[in-house]
């Protein structure tokens, strides 16, 4: 066994089609050169104000096989269970595959198996061409089988949920890098839904630039469509700030803001605000690193949420 990781707390997993904030544990391990797996279990955090925590939990993993760096195969599967029973089950795979030139394939798929049917679809491709990286990707979503019947999480597009709609996105993004560490960029993205017989079209500029130890990045957008939801636009801001020497010596900051002003009022609101700071150190040449986050967020369709994170990695 070789690579052995854990962490223990509240945190956030990202992991095949693991996408969840758990009260629990977490560990992986490589088993071998070609082959390791990933596990975890706790109390869900999105069921802790939903008739109290007795009878909630969740768990998962995945499963991988990978041969040097040229391409991996992975497995992952999740479960959530509150009071009222069974509230999430998914399967899916993921993979990605280094090619000669320096193109890469990756993306995923799940599967919904309480609705029995293909949930989302997300896959991309990256590339150079001299001073360019250029990113094309498709994704694909089925709400019905998407958003898990009874759940109470806040996301931007649950006015979708339980609607039968599908979504189909392609788009792409391209970054010049040129002058340096100042890399500037452009993305675009045309949404077509199927039962709304409605099509969207985003346009956004990006830049990131590096002030010594702080990388600092915005985008600003314009979302056209036919609907409220699809017609508003959009500004985001963010840093991150790595601290080698002084004060809090081998720490960290984060924080990204985006704010979007919708083009007509919905339920009587006409924005959305999301915010979210962090800060953490890294200990014992860094084979211990803390990590403190809060998150807050406000919309038409969710009044608000608040969300505090404490983690600890610990690399052994």
């Not at 925590?53 to 992952?76: C, K, N, P, Q």
């Not at 039962?195 to 600003?220: K, S």
Request: net charge negative.
């Amino acid at each position: 066994v070789a690579n052995f990781q854990t962490r223990l707390g509240r945190q956030a997993i990202f992991n095949g089609v693991i996408s969840d904030s758990v009260d629990g544990i977490w560990l992986g391990a490589d088993l071998a050169p070609w082959i390791g797996f990933s596990a975890y279990g706790g109390l869900p955090v999105a069921l802790t104000s939903a008739e109290g925590r007795s009878g909630d939990v969740t768990y998962g993993g995945r499963v991988f096989h990978r041969w040097d760096a040229l391409y991996e195969i992975g497995a992952s599967y999740k479960t959530v269970s509150g009071d009222q029973g069974e509230d999430e089950e998914r399967l899916g795979g993921d993979i990605f595959f280094y090619f000669p030139g320096n193109v890469v394939l990756s993306g995923f798929s799940s599967y919904n198996l309480v609705t029995s049917g293909w949930a989302e679809h997300n896959y991309e491709l990256t590339f150079n061409l001299s001073d360019f990286y250029i990113k094309p990707y498709y994704q694909h979503f089925n709400y019905n089988d998407f958003f898990t019947p009874g759940s109470i999480s806040s996301q931007p597009f649950r006015f979708l949920a339980e609607s039968g709609e599908t979504l189909s996105l392609i788009g792409g993004e391209i970054t010049w890098r040129r002058f340096g560490g100042l890399n500037l960029g452009a993305k675009y993205n045309h949404y077509s839904y199927t039962l709304r017989q409605e099509t969207a079209n985003y346009y956004g500029g990006l830049l990131d630039y590096p002030f010594g130890a702080v990388q600092t990045g915005a985008e600003i957008g314009r979302m056209d469509g036919d609907t409220p939801e699809n017609s508003y636009l959009l500004t985001r801001a963010f840093f991150y700030w790595d601290r080698d020497s002084g004060l809090l010596r081998n720490g960290f900051f984060t924080g990204d803001v985006v704010y979007v002003v919708y083009d007509e009022e919905i339920f009587n609101k006409d924005y959305s605000f999301f915010s979210s700071l962090g800060i953490g150190r890294r200990f014992f040449a860094d084979r211990l690193e803390t990590r403190l986050s809060g998150d807050y967020s406000s919309d038409p369709f969710f009044d608000s949420d608040l969300r505090l994170m404490f983690t600890v990695l610990i690399f052994l």
